[in-house]
């Protein structure tokens, strides 16, 4: 079972003095090194931690202005009798062709790369009562004002956030558009079918994968059942995953250390199951380019590459986080770009294509030639994560300190064509 706070599994025991400064130090390099290794970050501190984070799909281009308004989905964990939140935030990121200066660092506001007097401003404009923590919430693809949320209670919550005020009701009465039974325990597992509209999975720690069609709600009804619960898993359901192109198929992974495909159509047990990992399996997540390649993080540290016609011998495993995988996303603009965030602080981009090319003995000891960029800003442990649709290669991450951050690597780490990126990372990085 994925533990979110606290000492790092599996960690030797550190003094907490001593671990403090080593992680401070290593934030303290990262932020010198930063004008070299991104085009732009931008750091947020949240009242407070989110979960889960992902990008709405809009995306607002105001006439005359430099930069472009996007949004962001995120949660509240909030201690002792708090009142939680379900959150909508906005985000201004540069133009393309905006100047933007990376070399400028503000250290106040922790901003680099400046542009107008927009720069990087980040702003939470909706809270919506919720009862308990946000586990994860994701909105519906086909409908993207309907938004799903796992729930410290073993129900899962459908928001419509257009009928909900900007400003949360002092009461703190939850009031979501849908409730979802089924479920005995709670969970973070959560995926919308991607070709049928409303069709919904949660995986939970009850070992179980629930599946709802939220379409049969009407006006006097607004609880559901399950249209399906499928048991296959041994132990806690860590998470699930509908495939973007094959409507019935999905995925499922748990603490039994199993990968499992299911199809709907084959009843309510799994089509193949797989040994995937040697410890817990937190994540899986299918490539949106891919009709058989898919993708798990684990509690082994490690990342592990499928294709679903075989599932006997694991394609690639990436290897290079220090603690448990929390989360894998593909990139939505390339086939072969997966990141990972982990219990480590870290968030590491991958790209497959280049599994196996001849690395020099100093490429080496910084990791594997498909281990592309390490985001090292984050001081907690990574939550979640979401690559923007719209802007290619930036990110949002959340971590347990309640830091927020958006960012982009340097053009010149995944643009092969630029000569001079190793010349500007050696001779320049500490």
């Not at 995953?241 to 995925?251: C, D, G, I, L, M």
């Not at 797989?274 to 997540?285: G, Q």
């Not at 309640?402 to 990126?421: F, G, K, R």
Request: hydrophobic content about 35%.
């Amino acid at each position: 079972l994925r533990c979110r706070c606290g000492t790092m599994q599996g960690a030797d025991p550190v003094p907490e003095e001593a671990e403090e400064k080593r992680i401070n130090d290593e934030y303290k390099i990262w932020k010198k090194n930063t004008p070299f290794l991104y085009d732009l970050v931008v750091t947020h501190a949240l009242e407070w931690p989110s979960l889960s984070i992902q990008w709405l799909p809009d995306k607002q281009t105001p006439a005359g202005k430099d930069y472009s308004i996007h949004r962001l989905i995120l949660g509240t964990h909030t201690s002792d009798a708090e009142q939680n939140y379900l959150m909508i935030g906005t985000v201004c990121l540069p133009c393309e062709d905006t100047e933007i200066d990376a070399r400028k660092y503000d250290d106040t506001t922790q901003e680099f790369g400046g542009y107008g007097g927009q720069g990087g401003k980040i702003e939470i404009v909706q809270k919506i009562n919720h009862d308990g923590e946000v586990n994860r919430a994701r909105y519906m693809p086909q409908n993207p004002c309907l938004i799903a949320t796992k729930t410290v209670s073993s129900d899962v919550f459908v928001f419509d956030y257009t009928k909900h005020p900007s400003k949360p009701t002092n009461d703190g009465v939850c009031s979501p558009l849908i409730i979802l039974h089924g479920h005995t325990k709670e969970g973070y597992g959560l995926s919308w079918n991607h070709c049928l509209e409303g069709h919904l999975l949660s995986a939970s720690d009850d070992k179980c994968v629930c599946y709802w069609n939220v379409n049969a709600a009407t006006q006097t009804t607004r609880t559901m059942d399950p249209l399906v619960t499928f048991r296959g898993h041994d132990s806690v359901v860590e998470d699930v995953s509908w495939h973007f192109r094959h409507e019935n198929v999905f995925a499922s992974v748990g603490d039994d250390r199993k990968l499992m495909i299911w199809d709907t159509r084959s009843g309510d047990r799994p089509s193949q199951t797989v040994d995937a990992h040697s410890a817990e399996i937190n994540c899986v997540s299918f490539n949106p380019f891919s009709d058989s390649i898919l993708a798990t993080g684990s509690a082994d540290h490690t990342a592990g590459l499928w294709d679903m016609r075989n599932l006997r011998a694991k394609l690639h495993s990436f290897e290079s986080h220090q603690d448990e995988v929390f989360q894998v996303q593909w990139a939505p603009f390339s086939e072969t770009i997966l990141a990972s965030c982990s219990a480590d602080r870290r968030v590491n981009v991958w790209d497959l294509s280049k599994v196996g090319e001849e690395q020099s003995p100093d490429d080496t000891e910084d990791g594997p030639p498909e281990l592309l960029f390490i985001h090292g800003g984050h001081t907690s442990k990574v939550s979640d994560f979401s690559w923007n649709p719209h802007d290619a290669w930036v990110i949002a991450s959340v971590a347990e300190d309640n830091i927020l951050q958006v960012w982009q690597m340097a053009e010149n780490i995944y643009n092969d064509d630029d000569e001079n990126a190793d010349e500007v990372a050696d001779g320049d990085l500490e």
